[in-house]
Structures are given as C-alpha cells and as structure tokens.
C-alpha cells in the first residue's frame, strides 16, 4: 500500500523535480514507462501549497487503493 508523500519543501533536488513532473515515477524515480496518472503530489513554500499531477509505474500504480 502506498503511503501518501509528505508535502515537500521547496525547493527540491532535480530528480525529485522529475518526479514532480510526471517524468518519473513518484515513488521509486523509475523513468522506464508505461508511467500512468498518480494522483497529486504536493509542495510548499512555507506559505501555500502546489499540487503536481505525478504519475507512477505500473508496480506502484497498483500498489494504490
Ligand atoms: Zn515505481
């Protein structure tokens, strides 16, 4: 079962921004595709909060409820 990511801090390292991005997986950081629709991942910088649409390989996709 996939654990919800925390909200992160900005500003983040360039592989989690490849995550951010749907250019990676969210939860391994796997780049070999299918990666499919995750949800949201979520950011801060101390004030608001983003939400970034964020994919996931098809191991973790299913991982998810
Ligand atoms: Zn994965």
């Known amino acids: ?11 983040v390292d360039a592989p989690t921004l490849d995550r951010l991005h ?6 391994c950081g796997t780049e070999d595709g299918p990666l499919l629709p995750a ?14 649409p964020v994919a996931a390989c098809p191991d973790h996709r299913e991982a998810r409820p």
Do not use: F
């Open 22 to 27: 749907g250019d990676a997986c969210i939860n």
């Open 1 to 11: 079962m996939l654990v919800p990511a925390p909200v992160l801090q900005l500003p």
């Open 39 to 52: 949800g949201h991942a979520y950011t801060t910088d101390g004030e608001g909060q983003l939400g970034w």
